[in-house]
Each structure stands twice: as structure tokens, then as C-alpha cells.
């Protein structure tokens, strides 16, 4: 499969809980890998493409790398806006790109998640199935 380039963007907004937080009342910086977590779900539900069912049809999409860059501290109570990009859509992988940004529109930091597709059977690596790149390259 080709390689595709900002396939689709989305949205997702979330608030800084106070559990999240540390001493200083910053976000935890480990907490960014399941704020991106969530904001992937939600942009290929978005798509009509939902986990739970990916899972109950055999297919797992384990994180293979993750990379981040920080910029600025969240803090408690702020309501961040993660802004999702699918970027890159091929073979057995799928690449997301995030922006994070505060309520002033202040980027808080910039990451990269590339996940790939692996038969539940075999734990072997598998093809974007072609449902998938249907839905995320047509809609």
C-alpha cells in the first residue's frame, strides 16, 4: 500500500485531573502516552473503526514506537485539545501524529505513535486490512 500523508485530522479534548498531577501541580509526563491513547480511539471510532471489535475479529494493534517532544508543562484543571493526525498508512503499520495544546492554544507538546496490525491467532504481523484503509483513505 502506498504511503499516504495526512489522511485525516481530528480532535479530542480532555481535562487535566488532579490524580494526573504531581507536587508542582504540572501533568505527570507519563500520563501523555494514555491521553494519546484515547484521542487514537476516538479518531478511528470517528471512522467507524472500533477496538473492541477489531480484538473480537482477531486483529491487535500494539504501539511499536512512541516519540514525544515536550514543550511546555499542563497543569491541573487545564482542558487540553489533542489534535490527531493519521499520517502514514501502509504495509502492516499505522503512523498517528499528535499536537497537545492548553485553552490559550499554547503547544504543549508534539508526539508520534506507529502501531501495527498483528493476526490475534498467529501473533504475526498482517496487512492493513483492507476495510481499514477503505475507511481511513475514503472515509
Request: with cysteine.
Amino acid at each position: 500500500m502506498m504511503e499516504n500523508t495526512a489522511i485525516r485530522r481530528f480532535s479530542t479534548k480532555l481535562r487535566v485531573r488532579y490524580s494526573e498531577t504531581d507536587k508542582m501541580g504540572f501533568c505527570y509526563y507519563g500520563n501523555y502516552a494514555q491521553y494519546f491513547e484515547v484521542a487514537r480511539v476516538e479518531a478511528l471510532r470517528e471512522l467507524g473503526i472500533v477496538y473492541k471489535i477489531l480484538e473480537e475479529n482477531g486483529i491487535l494493534l500494539p504501539v511499536t514506537e512512541f516519540k514525544i517532544s515536550y514543550k511546555q508543562a499542563a497543569k491541573y484543571d487545564d482542558v487540553l485539545e489533542i489534535r490527531t493526525v493519521i499520517s502514514k498508512l501502509e504495509g502492516t503499520r499505522i503512523t498517528f501524529q499528535y499536537e497537545v495544546y492548553n485553552e490559550a492554544e499554547v503547544k504543549l507538546n508534539e508526539a508520534e505513535t506507529t502501531l501495527v496490525f498483528v493476526d490475534a491467532t498467529s501473533m504475526k504481523p498482517m496487512a492493513v486490512p483492507k476495510f481499514i484503509s477503505n475507511l481511513v483513505i475514503h472515509g
